[in-house]
């Protein structure tokens, strides 16, 4: 049995999905969770975890947000020992159909809501003495793929700021992984037209979609100190893709 015991993670994104799925499996490790996103549905997650689980609505694009989302995680819960920057959006579309606003949306919520998270973790987790950060990337961000040119990239993005944080942040003793899920069973999949998903679907080995359930063993796992000496991991959860 894994025990985040003692520990304080922030879940971005948690309203829904792999964040919900996460945020419910930390606490049931023993770990306080600040369940942040822009959807107000994250209050009944939160509401599920009781005195273990706290709401804070945050658009993680918004750099007075993490303030916020920071303030309230040392209010409530008194330090910062994990963050899960989940949060993200998809939105098809290939080279040619992407105009400079799509191309923003997805820089802003996941590539620049990446970053500014991990800045604003930063001095939190001194305080606490270390920590783990789990960077949510995707399958589309370390390979090829049609018709996600914005969020392909976006991903992309993930998978370097990731490996350059774990470099930095290695001398203040905070871990810095990142997570490539393949197709999972949440509402973000419905953006792919079932002729994508048929294909992608054919081309799982395990032959199925995963459950975010699956993702969020990967990330109790990389919050614990039972993955204390990894940092810069890259770890796929993909069916075998
Ligand atoms: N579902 C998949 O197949 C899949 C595959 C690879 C990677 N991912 C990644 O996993 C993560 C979780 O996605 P999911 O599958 O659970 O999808 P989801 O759509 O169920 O959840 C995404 C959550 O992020 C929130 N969000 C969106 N913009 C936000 C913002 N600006 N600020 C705060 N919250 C915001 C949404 O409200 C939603 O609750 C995302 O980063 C996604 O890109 C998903």
Redesign the pocket.
Known sequence: MISLSGKVAIV??A?????AAEARLLAAAGAKVVL????DKGRAVAAELGGNGVFVD????QEADWGRVIEQALARFGRLDVLVN?????KPGTLPDTDVALWDRHYR??QL?VFLGMRAALQPMLKSGGGSIIN?S???GMSKGPNMFAYGSS?WAVRGMSQLAAVDYAPFGIRVNAIY????D????AENNPEQLAMYKNMIPLKRVGR?EEVAQVVLFLASDLSSYMSGAEIGIDGGL
């Open positions: 971005t994104g309203a829904s999905g792999q964040g942040t996103d822009i959807s945050q658009d993680v694009s989940n949060a993200g959006i998809y919520v996941n809501g949510v995707s399958k589309a991903k899920p393949g197709m999972i949440t509402p973000m999949l975010p």
